[in-house]
């Protein structure tokens, strides 16, 4: 079998003590990076590319360090999430709607321990399927056009309405506030810049870090300020982590299936772990049903998204390494360093580079392993980062999250943005309108008009071009029934669910 | 409880260190986010200038993201107009903005542009399996069908991408070119991908961009945009050779800011020329399909200034700018 002596040849290069130390570092600063509000897999791993260079890595011991970090922040962001609701990162975010409720139940240590575990089996699958696969999978990319992204975007945007059992019309109005933030900035199919006001600051459009940061953590605080702590998120106690075996048993298939359904998603440029975490949780939420619970702290509804999560940010690679299209943000980076260490991506990489790639897919087998121990039997020692008291950490949050935002452009617009933000957020939080909704509008409204428009100047302005590749009507279709589905459910089971209002919301 | 205070400081400190820079003498703003052409610039040339000590110390690199440069353009203009440690990194995407009026208020005459030491010459590309066989019959096919074949490439509408196509028709007299298809994507692998897919007929891009399909052989290139056949790709014709008097290449290189003194402007044009002449330099070119072009200084300028002009006109006939 080839695949076993390629898997041999990248072990013999992953395996050094010298990389097996880059790879248990990068674990552990990854997953404070992402534990930490503000800071994402895309700062931590750009924040630690010139220390690569300073050190005067070689092609494979700095990607085992970045790909590390990367893999690191993508579990450490469930931490906060579960533990402050405040997403440690942005695919982290659907991980607060049952991670968190979960922790004021008392079970912080099972949510971290299911999601933990949910992680690595994401993460798993995923480097098992892009090493298996992945030139293969790279064609699938070919496939979506931008019909296909607009049908796919819409389905996102169609289960939207199942995200809130309690009122479907503040949802919409989330999305639709975050819809239109998506329209400011230099509009791509005419050159003309939109509701920027003249402003270069507002031409890039609105980063959503800086508003997943105004509408989470500053909102956050200002709630802890107003209610003096008592009804904050801020102070969760963590007992004893034990593991619940039986409830990552019965949460077994939840798993897999996010992890499948999450690496697709992954492997689509543009779309990225966010959209991944979200279609994952959605997707369980319908199979669940009404009765599922889902929003009120149940382990499937943190095991989802993180699997989900975990699997996408593999499957980003695949688009990454093969066409050198990044899928993501972070993908984006470790492109740039792959170019700066002259090795190119593109479909002839796999055969010119056989050492670098199957050197990242041991390292990442690996890393996947340090950072189950770490987030797993281990975890208290990230807990502990967040668990100081209230008054070192709010200013702490609110301090990581200035530096983050500044760190992006190195301008104090950002700053502002993110502080109305968080006005925004605390305004939303009152009328209890879920903020989740608006950052999805935000993150995925400038690659969903962009699609359309496309589509239209392709199709000389002729609509049936959306309906006209199988993978379109097949994308539609589920669509229209993730849009319709949740209202016959509520009609067969005409029970509704009062418990998931406010723990969505506060 | 001291201890977890020192993390999250830690943290942050590492961070503000990061973010505010300026500590070693020398910088290059990359005018963009980790990535990309204008970040590897100023990466790279920052580590030659440094091995072939041409400065001190190790030029210290700031990404300045926001605006598609405008936001650096302005800071550099208004903050730090006197400062002779600067370099800014710049390709033909800061030159096609600044004749478009994209930077706001801003114009090229607030900067100096210092030196170019590099090239990525713009391609025509269409899928292996594309009727297409040489740029004519592409022209030809526009002429008669202007719908018939749509362009993707990794800049907005009326970016350097969508630009390139334009020239070659209008070079070839066809003067239509409102009804020419273009759609900007994310980035020129992007571009290849949906032009592999059938869903544009061709892709306008960078050579760099290609390498790697041309390899694979999911693609051809009809064209390459440069005065002579690129080392390394000779089978693939110049527009020129075929007819069409077009060049357009993705130049790399600098500007420095507008107020500093003639001596200190040469002083950067000579280092620039040093570095463009260095083997690490050729090494890096080669590595990432970059052609050789150095212009520096005066001559530069004076290029700089024709390629605005340029710019602006055909900006105006597609309606870009009024």
């Known amino acids: 079998m080839d695949i076993f002596a390629n898997l041999a040849l990248g072990f013999s290069i992953a395996l050094s003590p010298f990389t097996l130390f880059l790879a248990v570092i990068g674990c552990f600063l990854g997953t404070i990076i992402g534990a930490l509000p503000g800071l994402g897999p895309s700062n931590g791993v750009a924040i630690l590319i010139p220390i690569t260079f300073s050190m005067g890595l070689d092609a494979t011991a700095a990607l085992v360090l970045l790909t590390s970090v990367y893999y690191g ?29 979960m922790a004021k139940q008392g079970r912080a240590g099972d949510a971290l321990v299911i999601s933990g575990v949910a992680s690595f089996i994401g993460a798993l699958f995923a480097t098992i399927a892009l090493a298996l696969v992945a030139p293969y999978l790279a064609r699938i990319a070919y496939k979506f056009g931008p019909a296909e992204y607009f049908a796919l975007y819409t389905l996102a945007f169609a289960t939207l309405g199942g995200m809130s059992s309690n009122n479907q019309a503040k949802s919409a109005l989330a999305a639709f506030v975050g819809l239109s933030i998506a329209l400011v900035g230099l509009d791509n199919n005419s050159g003309f810049n939109r509701f920027t006001g003249g402003n270069l600051h507002l031409s890039d459009g609105v980063d959503f870090l800086v508003a997943i940061v105004g509408l989470f953590a500053v909102s956050e605080v200002f709630v802890f300020i107003e209610t003096h702590g008592k009804n904050s998120a801020v ?106 260490l002259n090795i190119t991506p593109g479909p002839t990489l796999f055969s010119d580079r056989p050492d670098v790639i199957w050197g990242l897919i041991a390292a990442l087998l690996i890393a996947n392993f340090v950072l189950l121990l770490m987030n797993v039997p281990l975890v208290k020692i990230f807990v502990r980062v967040l668990m100081v008291p209230p008054a070192v950490l709010m200013p702490g949050v609110t301090m990581i999250s200035f530096v983050g935002i500044y760190s992006l452009s190195g301008s104090y617009f950002d700053l502002v943005l993110m502080i109305i933000f968080g006005i925004m957020g ?25 699609n359309l428009r496309h589509a239209m100047t392709l199709s000389d302005g002729d609509w049936t071009y959306l309906f006209s590749s199988p993978i379109s009507i097949g994308l539609w279709i589920a669509a229209v029934l993730g849009f319709v589905a949740p209202v016959f459910l509520r009609g067969m089971l005409k029970k509704p669910e009062m418990r998931n209002i406010e723990d969505l919301v506060d | 409880m001291k201890f977890n205070l020192l ?28 990535g990309g052409g204008w970040d590897f610039t100023c990466r790279q040339v920052g580590k030659i200038l440094f091995d072939i000590h041409q400065v001190d110390a190790p030029v210290q690199v700031t990404n300045m993201a926001g605006a598609g440069g405008g936001l650096a353009f302005s800071t550099v203009v208004h903050e730090r107009n006197t400062d002779a440690d600067l370099i800014v990194a710049a390709s033909s995407a800061t030159t096609t903005r600044l004749a478009q009026k994209a930077y706001g208020d801003a114009t090229a005459d607030q900067v100096r542009f210092v030196g170019a030491i590099g090239a990525d010459p713009g391609v025509i590309v269409v ?98 945009l440069s005065e002579e056949r690129v080392p390394g790709f000779e089978d693939i014709p110049t527009a020129k050779e075929q007819g069409y008097d077009v060049v357009a290449v993705n130049w790399r290189g600098f500007y420095v800011p507008g107020g500093i003194t003639d001596t200190e402007f040469n002083s950067w044009a000579d280092k620039i020329r040093a570095v463009a002449d260095s083997d690490e330099w050729k090494e890096a070119m080669a590595a990432n399909g970059l052609a050789p072009f150095t212009k520096v200084g005066a001559d530069f300028q004076t290029w700089i200034d024709q390629v605005i002009a340029q710019t602006a006109e055909l900006s105006r006939e597609i309606g870009v700018i009024q």
């Open chain 1, 73 to 101: 922040a993508m579990y450490g962001g469930r931490i906060s999430s579960i533990l402050l609701n405040i997403p440690g990162d942005e695919p982290a975010m659907m991980t607060t709607l049952d991670g968190y409720p």
């Open chain 1, 235 to 340: 102070g969760v106690a963590l007992g004893k982590v034990t593991i619940p075996w039986a409830e990552i048993w019965t949460t077994r298939w939840v798993m897999l299936r996010a992890s499948v359904v999450g690496f697709v998603a992954g492997i689509l440029p543009g779309a990225g772990a966010s959209l991944g975490s979200f279609m994952t949780y959605m997707m369980e939420k319908g199979i669940a049903g009404e009765k599922g619970g889902f929003g009120s702290g149940v382990a499937k509804g943190v095991a989802a998204p993180e699997a989900g999560n975990n699997a996408a940010a593999g499957g980003a690679l695949v688009p990454m390494l093969t066409l050198g299209v990044p899928g993501s943000g972070t993908t984006a980076v470790l492109l740039a360093v792959l170019m700066t």
């Open chain 1, 426 to 450: 605390y305004a939303f939080r009152k009328m209890d309108i879920p903020t989740v909704p608006v950052i999805l509008g935000i993150l995925l409204g400038y690659q969903m008009e962009n």
């Open chain 2, 7 to 34: 993390k999250v400081l830690g943290a942050s400190a590492v961070l503000s260190f990061t973010a505010a820079g300026a500590v070693w003498s020398t910088e290059c703003i990359a005018p963009a986010n980790p």
């Open chain 2, 127 to 224: 899928a292996q399996d594309s009727p297409f066989k040489t740029l004519t019959d592409m022209v030809d096919a526009i002429k008669a069908d202007p719908s018939s074949v749509a362009f993707a490439g990794g800049s907005a509408a009326g970016g350097f991408d969508h630009m390139k196509p334009l020239q070659i028709l209008k070079a070839a007299g066809f003067n239509d070119i409102t009804a020419v298809k273009y759609i900007g994507v994310d980035g020129g692998a992007d571009a290849i991908t949906q032009t592999v897919g059938g869903f544009t007929q061709a892709m306008t891009g960078d050579m760099s961009e290609i390498v790697g399909f041309l390899k694979s052989g999911e693609v051809r290139a009809l064209a390459v």
